[in-house]
């Protein structure tokens, strides 16, 4: 009896099965690396490549698993890709990707600033102790964090900050309205730009920041929301921001926050917004 010869077929390494940054992505984002360190001693083991670390720095991202996991994945060490992902986070590689996603996005489609949406979400923090926690409402009590977001009228992420869970959502808002990463047009009696907030921003603090930044301001009284009914042709305009809440919360890292450090949690905050934005940036 003959034996069959069975032809080996070399495994292809797959980068957009949704566990990898996909390749359109990774050519946006290659320009942006800084430039590779010297090493004190001038010799070492071969340096991990960018790819590679990038590939298992969205893993974290997209899975919320902990660095150290990352030794099953094969993608690279847990020490690389967190070293990499310190130097990328301090070089501001993350908020650049995002903000030339911006960019991309607004030259190819057009930012649509005449409706925009601004809104909190609290998510669980675990470990606690670091800083911009704090208790949740929502939670018992156990240790939170709160992120501000404010949105176009797609539904892309302009801006983004952090606090403690414990956080009105009011006091966050200038931080994110000064946290949009490129150029706000100004507006005019012509082309006006409404701010759609929910009651929870029903304070005086927010109709005088609304004034200040130049916003139509949109925002529903406490016990208004209950009362008002939707006309039958009228168009929501908050739910937007919802939405964008959860595409961020299908990254794992950013609905349950491990990191002890607000800037490594900003970071990985900018790099969700960035692929949102891209998304929305490339043809297809």
């Not at 069959?4 to 390494?13: G, I």
């Not at 949406?117 to 923090?125: S, T």
Request: with cysteine.
């Amino acid at each position: 009896m003959t034996r069959r010869s069975v032809r080996r077929v070399p495994k292809r390494r797959v980068q957009d099965d949704g566990w990898r940054l996909p390749d359109a992505l990774w050519a946006e984002m290659e320009p942006l690396l800084p430039p590779r360190p010297k090493h004190p001693l001038g010799c070492h083991n071969p340096r991990v490549p960018d790819r590679a670390a990038m590939d298992a720095i969205f893993f974290v991202l997209r899975t919320g698993c902990q660095w150290n996991a990352l030794r099953e994945t094969k993608l690279c060490s847990s020490s690389s890709a967190h070293r990499r992902f310190q130097e990328w986070t301090k070089a501001g590689v993350f908020e650049a990707f995002w903000r030339k996603g911006l960019l991309a996005y607004d030259g190819l489609r057009g930012i649509d600033w005449s409706w925009l949406a601004l809104d909190g979400a609290m998510g669980k923090a675990p470990l606690g102790g670091g800083e911009k926690t704090g208790p949740n409402p929502t939670d018992r009590g156990k240790r939170g964090v709160k992120r501000s977001v404010l949105t176009d009228g797609r539904g892309v992420p302009l801006g983004t900050a952090i606090e403690g869970a414990n956080r009105n959502d009011h006091k966050l808002m200038r931080s994110t309205l000064e946290a949009i990463p490129i150029r706000r047009p100004k507006p005019t009696r012509r082309h006006p730009q409404h701010l759609c907030l929910d009651k929870g921003f029903d304070y005086d603090e927010p109709r005088a920041l609304a004034e200040e930044f130049g916003f139509t301001l949109h925002l529903r009284t406490r016990g208004e929301e209950i009362r008002a009914r939707r006309q039958a042709k009228a168009k929501a305009r908050r739910w937007v921001v919802e939405r964008t809440h959860s595409w961020l919360n299908r990254f794992r890292s950013i609905l349950i926050r491990w990191t002890k450090t607000p800037a490594n949690y900003l970071a990985l905050l900018h790099l969700a917004c960035g692929i949102i934005t891209w998304r929305h940036a490339l043809p297809g």
